[in-house]
């Protein structure tokens, strides 16, 4: 193919890129040996849904530093059908005309493209991350001769260390998801797989239907034939229309774990935990060492981390009583430095003015506000449970590159 590069400006009018980076929504990020910047929507961006013509087009975006032209065109980002029916200013009402069915792969983007007389892949946001070392590593020992100069292949990165939530076992593998000409123009699937083959799979197309089915599938955890499916075998679906939009539907049950496993972090685990450790406490009481509202700990029945672990992964539910595990240790290691600590003191019980200067000259601080606890016969559990707090952390995983 012989078309010519778009331009960076050609693209995306200059003055709204610029605005776009200087408030924060899009990053641009140069590439370590090459003049080639890669530019991708941030985490602001997501949650404050600042989606517009820019933004959706900086998905992974690649442009020569040099020559402004776009080597790396990757597919604009696209909404759930629910965003759509609900008319989310982003996403406008989806066209009355026939659609795709794909499946959706739950992996991290590769964003594939020939630079310097190589075959060159970044993931959404990075030249040099994990994923997209890993799928260098993989594209340069494959056969890459049916692979066209000029086309931006986007694929689906697989491979064991890279689990979001759908478990796809020992399967390492580049999964074909769409192409793009120079020009801008899609390649149809079809033309852009017949190259791809010696590289990796090709996504799955599931037969025709229409919408209202495949949204009762989708909310049922079901795929084409009736099968049921967890939220760990599969995502759910793409639609591809004539004219090219897309759209997604997810299966209800991945939804529900892609928000768990994307969003408790350890101190959610740490406050959850302490609902259930310390039930019989008042319910206020116990709110103010966790920081949290009474009403939060009411909602959760007590039982928070009960519901969390209903239907996760292995690896998860691992994680998470490792992390209790870790925590209960650090308690009981500081209950027993607070009884060492008040051993030493104690037959200063009688003098309370004396047993106060012995406290204060303890020589662990950590240990000294449960000092008159204990002379008072008062547990100080709880409040070593709130010393030990985790700092805020990642959560167990995240496809910050999909």
């Keep these: 193919m012989s078309q010519a590069h778009l331009t960076l400006h050609e693209l995306l009018p200059p003055r709204e890129l610029t605005a776009a980076i200087d ?29 517009n013509r820019v933004t959706t087009r900086c998905r992974g975006l690649v442009a020569d530093d040099e020559t402004g032209e776009v080597v ?14 609900a008319g989310q200013p982003y996403a406008p009402a989806l066209p009355d005309e026939p659609f795709e069915v794909y499946d959706k792969v739950d992996g991290s983007l590769a ?16 030249f040099i991350s994990t994923q997209a070392v890993w799928a260098q590593r993989l594209l340069d020992g494959k056969d890459t001769s049916g692979l066209v100069p000029g086309v931006t292949y986007l694929a689906e990165i697989l491979y064991p260390q890279n689990r979001i939530v759908v478990d796809y076992g020992d399967r390492r593998d580049l999964v074909l998801l769409a192409a793009f000409a120079a020009d ?10 017949a190259g791809w083959k010696a590289i990796g ?33 599969a995502e759910g679906f ?53 920081n949290c509202s009474a009403s939060d700990i009411e909602a959760s029945g007590g039982r928070p981390l009960d519901a969390l672990l209903e239907q996760v992964p292995d690896e998860f539910d691992a994680w998470v009583r490792e992390v209790i595990a870790r925590i209960d240790a650090q308690v009981a290691e500081r209950e ?21 200067r012995a406290a204060q000259a303890l020589p662990d601080p950590a240990v ?35």
């Design 23 to 51: 408030a924060g929504h899009v990053t641009r990020k140069s590439h370590p040996r090459l003049p080639l910047s890669i530019y991708t929507y941030t985490r602001t961006c997501q949650y404050e849904r600042v989606w």
């Design 72 to 85: 790396a065109l990757p597919l604009p980002k696209f909404f759930n059908v629910g965003e759509h029916e």
């Design 111 to 126: 964003v594939v493209f020939h630079y310097a007389g190589q075959w060159q892949v970044a993931s959404k946001g990075s």
């Design 184 to 193: 801008g123009r899609e390649v149809p699937l079809d033309e852009a797989a």
């Design 201 to 233: 799979s090709v996504v799955t197309v599931w037969p025709a239907m229409p919408l209202a089915e495949l949204l009762a599938l989708a909310e049922s955890n079901r795929l084409p034939g009736g099968r049921a499916a967890t939220g760990t075998d």
């Design 238 to 290: 793409v639609l591809r229309f004539a004219s090219g939009v897309r759209a997604k539907a997810k299966l209800a049950e991945y939804v529900r774990l892609h928000k768990v496993l994307t969003g408790v972090t350890e101190r959610d685990i740490w406050r959850g935990h302490g609902i259930q450790r310390f039930a019989g406490r008042p319910v206020k009481q116990l709110a103010q060492a966790l």
């Design 336 to 356: 027993l430095a607070i009884d060492e600590a008040y051993r030493t003191i104690a037959h200063l019980a009688g003098d309370r003015g004396a047993f106060a």
């Design 368 to 402: 000294r506000p449960a000092m008159f606890q204990r002379l008072d016969g008062r547990p100080t559990e709880l409040m070593t449970y709130r010393s030990v707090r985790p700092e805020a952390a990642d959560p167990f995983t995240s496809d910050e590159e999909n």
